[in-house]
């Protein structure tokens, strides 16, 4: 095959960004990619799998780990590494679909406007854990609970039972937990989330949303180059996943923790049907909120770094991060069952980060372990925010020369933009319904999987990708792997396909118009860029339609950064007359 350059068919060049640097370690990409796990909304939006799933729930994941997760980590490792370029960019390697890479980059900003949510609300509980009285115990509620509305708390759930149970449901007597209602509160109508009411901001939020990217724009302040910010994540990752297992080990000796640990370990063939179906959401996140982070990411790896071996290390850490959070949550879960008489149904609204605070609430030294709690939390929502802005930057300067010679002005532009933006998740409607939009992601990344198996194995084909891979690696590539990919993958992700569908229509359907709308604009919309691009660039070429359409199909300028195996890659390939052709765009670039 003839390697097609910009230079040959008289469009601009790619013009490489040679100081855009590389990991301090090369195990800054794997804690990097470990990052990508503790985008925790999986666990509220899909809260009744994730809390009825045991120990047989999770072994369906580590199927979809061998059958794609794996083999694709590997796909998207060896486009960024092979190819030194982000998202967009690294799509050279088939022109028509870069429209996937904006794509990706739209579905990154579309999660960043509302994910900042899971920093405020740790943030907002770490603020008050520093009161004397923490104001969602039990003792604490009393100033701003009104017990007039005779509302069953599960610290007033026995006295109004016997009195007055005013609130029943399909599970008996329902009773609310105070740290959500001490949420609710920041809400002068009391109500989050129902169409039926107004629109209502709430200032409070307006204000730990402000502090939250505050540190978002100090940690590029602070970090601005990849050493840095590497050096940065691994010991965010490394500080999170520490007071994560101090948690666990705190939580073990909880009322009722110990059997919700026993309810875990307790095999049940059910469980087993539901992982197959939840997991699926698991696998999907290992990419990262955008998609394109693994792409990103592991741009920055050596040439030679091994990413297969890698890609293991990442999916066995991504599902140990899953296993840990599972389990906090199935005791914190069982606390409230412990609680409450089996006609009693606790209403626990995200438990992690709303119930879980009236938990802490009742353990000694309550203020400390709150703080050490949400901690955590915070760290976590910074590690994905921060993560996922760095690779959305990255691949904007690489693709776009000339926003290089502006970097840090694009780098807060942006950060200041997307702070004004998640400003309408600080309301009544917005800070309930947000995971609608995460929801979608089910849909539009199993799309973008299986776009990227027909370009990297279909369009560029088997061969020339193995041939790829093995040259980077240095070492063989198993013909099987490949045709796990080609035809076995596939399978699985028009089945997650059709799972978002499904989502989609029924989580909508309880939803306001807004919402939707926001939805269709921010996820649905932008997947008009693949085909809008495609036919744009098509358009910029000469000749029939069926000559630019193979012309834009095949690899543009695609080639090692590093002269020295760009030359090996050559002489690898056998067109030598092409390797002029190269030497001359990088002369003029330079």
Avoid at 316 to 330: E, R, T
Avoid at 453 to 459: A, F, H, K, S, Y
Avoid at 476 to 501: E, N, Q
Wanted: overall charge negative; glycine content about 6%.
């Amino acid at each position: 095959m003839v390697y097609e350059t910009s230079y040959g068919t008289g469009l601009k060049p790619f013009s490489p960004d040679l100081n855009r640097g590389k990991w301090d370690k090369p195990t800054d990409y794997i804690f990097a990619c470990f990052g990508l796990a503790l985008k925790l909304d999986v666990f509220a939006a899909s809260y009744w799998f994730f809390f009825e799933l045991g120990i047989l729930g999770i072994l369906p994941y580590f199927v979809y780990m061998v059958i794609y997760l794996v083999p694709i980590m590997v796909i998207h490792s060896f486009m960024g590494q092979f190819s030194s370029s982000g998202f967009i960019s690294a799509f050279r390697i088939s022109p028509f679909f870069k429209g996937m890479g904006y794509v990706s980059g739209f579905l990154t900003i579309s999660m960043l406007i509302y994910y900042s949510i899971f920093a405020a609300i740790p943030l907002m509980f770490m603020v008050n854990s520093l009161r004397p009285t923490l104001p969602w115990s039990c003792e604490g509620m009393k100033s701003w609970f009104n017990e007039s509305s005779w509302q069953t708390t599960i610290c007033n759930m026995t006295e109004v039972f016997n009195e007055y149970d005013n609130e029943t449901s399909y599970f008996g007597s329902v009773a609310h937990v105070p740290s959500a209602l001490y949420f609710e509160n920041h809400f002068e109508s009391k109500e989050i989330g129902y169409p039926d009411e107004d629109y209502e901001l709430s200032w409070h939020f307006v204000g730990f949303f402000a502090l939250v990217w505050t540190m978002i724009a100090f940690i590029f302040y602070k970090f601005p180059d990849t050493a840095q910010f590497g050096k940065f994540i691994r010991y965010m990752v490394i500080g999170t996943l520490a007071l994560l297992l101090v948690c666990f080990g705190r939580f073990l000796f909880l009322p009722g923790a110990l059997n919700g640990l026993n309810r875990y370990m307790t095999p049940k063939l059910e469980h087993l049907a539901m992982g197959s179906g939840s997991t699926f959401i698991m696998v999907l996140h290992a990419f990262g909120a955008g998609w394109g982070s693994a792409i990103a990411l592991s741009s920055f790896n050596g040439f030679r770094t091994n990413i297969m071996s890698y890609s293991w290390i990442i999916s066995f850490g991504q599902v140990f991060i899953y296993i840990m959070f599972g389990l906090v949550s199935f005791m914190l879960d069982h606390y409230f069952k412990e609680l409450a008489d089996a006609s009693t149904y606790v209403h626990k609204d995200w438990l992690l980060y709303l119930s879980s605070a009236s938990v802490i609430s009742t353990m000694g030294w309550a203020n400390m372990w709150t703080f050490i709690y949400y901690t955590m939390l915070l760290m976590a929502a910074l590690i994905v925010m921060s993560t996922q802005i760095f690779t959305l930057l990255q691949s904007l300067f690489d693709e776009f020369e000339k926003l290089r010679e502006r970097k840090r002005d694009v780098t807060f532009g942006l950060i200041g933009g997307l702070a004004l933006c998640s400003f309408f998740f600080c309301t009544n409607h917005g800070i309930s319904f947000f995971f609608a939009i995460g929801c979608d992601s089910i849909f539009s990344h199993s799309l973008l999987h299986l776009l990227l198996i027909l370009v990297v194995l279909w369009i560029y084909g088997r061969e020339r990708f193995q041939r790829d891979i093995e040259f980077m690696l240095g070492q063989p590539f198993a013909s099987w792997k490949i045709f796990i990919l080609r035809f076995i993958a596939p399978i699985f992700l028009v089945i997650s396909l059709l799972i978002g569908i499904v989502v989609f229509l029924a989580e909508h359907f309880h939803f306001s118009v807004v919402v939707f709308v926001l939805s269709i604009l921010l996820v649905w919309l932008p997947i008009l860029a693949i085909p809008g691009y495609g036919f744009y660039y098509l358009f910029q070429s000469t000749g029939t339609f069926c000559d630019r359409f193979k012309r834009a199909c095949r690899p543009t300028d695609w080639y090692p950064l590093e002269m020295e195996h760009r030359q090996q890659y050559e002489v690898a390939v056998g067109n030598t007359e092409m390797t002029h052709q190269l030497f001359e765009v990088t002369e003029e670039v330079n």
